[in-house]
């Protein structure tokens, strides 16, 4: 019986390993051990609720005010043990994150193989995202088998050299989410709030982007609603207090944009869903939104995820008031451009991702 360890600490991670998590499972050729690090830990959390999964091992090494390095160490401190107790054939990490980084580096001193789940995104910018550019490039020098959820993807290893036999194309395990979560006959109050209105979502976080670059994201926005009398925006706010003192600083005294408590999995793909268009500075909300139809403007000057882009189904629109601004007031402007971003085809999937990836790690398709 082959040995796999599947190792994931934050909410994004969660989301998109769970569901491989609910397949590995049901093949009886693998044993399949669950170690989260709780680098999140209440939104980790809710997403294993709602997945239902029991981890076999919990770091929970989250602390007040944590840095990358704390969370580097203490994984480091960790990890090496649970290996030598478990002896995976092969750990299974995820994306970009500092967890999956550190993960990966000790079983590469180990000797242990990696599978690496959403293998080959590139931005080739150190500083955007931060820390995440850095993290995805070190975690697929060390891996030994590659899941790139895109052609794209595949095509970044190839160029960078990555065995070409080690390289699956699975699609994306978070198209696979989507299909458990969104249902058509969810409620929520601040839906309610929202109704006989057109909603903006809006996501906005990245370190990167603390500071005067949030001021113009956020000014962008309050400058649509205070133009258009139809817009609400609901603000499911990071539990970053820098993010939420700009945040407050900024909103205040508008009372068409409702800042909330971040969302756990269920109602944020719900509210998506029922939204009429995102603005985001996150990732995988990139993948996400296209699935339901919906426009994604990305405050970013680079992305990971440029088959968005070239689908047409996100558009990358910086960090600038004066360039973030036009953009949505176009999208709630011109009827036309609307229409091509909510009906162009997402690139990132038919929501077999996890069959995929469990067919290749139990033999079926050869390694």
């Keep these: 019986m082959k040995n796999i360890l599947i190792v994931f600490g934050t909410r994004p991670e969660a989301i998109k390993m769970c569901p491989l998590v609910k397949e590995l499972k ?59 107790e478990e002896k995976p054939d092969i750990v299974l990490v995820h994306g970009d994150t500092t967890t999956a980084f550190a993960v990966s580096l000790v079983c590469f001193y180990a000797g242990i193989r990696v599978g690496h789940v959403e293998a080959g995104l590139r931005t080739y910018n150190l ?61 929520n109050e601040h839906l309610k709030w929202a109704q006989d209105s057109r909603l903006i979502l809006l996501t906005a976080h990245r370190r990167e982007n603390l500071g005067d670059l949030m001021r113009n994201m956020f000014g962008a926005l309050k400058r649509v609603v205070q133009e258009f009398p139809d817009i609400k925006v609901i603000y499911p706010v990071h539990k970053n207090p820098l993010v939420r003192e700009i ?25 998506m869903a029922r939204s009429y268009l995102v603005l985001t500075d996150s990732g995988g909300i990139q993948e996400e939104a296209p699935s339901l139809g919906k426009p994604v403007l990305v405050m970013r000057n680079t992305t990971e995820r440029p088959e968005g882009i070239e689908a047409g189904t996100i558009k990358l629109v910086g960090t600038q008031e004066d360039r973030i601004y036009p953009e949505i007031k176009k999208l709630l402007s011109d009827e036309k451009v609307y229409e091509e971003m ?11 991702a996890s069959e995929r990836i469990v067919r290749i790690l139990s033999g079926k398709e050869k390694i």
């Design 342 to 352: 909510s009906r162009a085809v997402n690139p990132y999937g038919d929501g077999k």
């Design 26 to 84: 049901k093949d009886k050729s693998i044993q399949t051990v669950v170690c989260v690090t709780g680098q999140h830990r209440e939104m980790l959390d809710q997403v294993l609720h709602i997945f239902h999964i029991e981890p076999d091992y919990d770091m929970n090494i989250m602390i007040q005010n944590q840095t990358l390095s704390n969370i580097t160490m203490r994984i480091f401190e960790n990890i090496q043990k649970i290996i030598e």
């Design 247 to 271: 945040a407050d600083e900024v909103f205040a005294g508008t009372d068409r944009i409702k800042m909330i408590e971040p969302l756990n999995m269920v109602d944020f793909h719900n509210f």
């Design 127 to 187: 500083a955007s995202p931060y820390p995440e550019e850095f993290n995805r490039q070190v975690i697929d020098l060390v891996s030994d088998i590659y899941f790139a959820p895109t052609e794209h993807a595949r095509e970044n290893l190839v160029k960078e050299g990555k065995p070409t036999e080690r390289i699956y194309v699975t699609g994306n395990t978070v198209i696979d989410a989507l299909k458990t979560t969104v249902r058509s006959d969810y409620e």
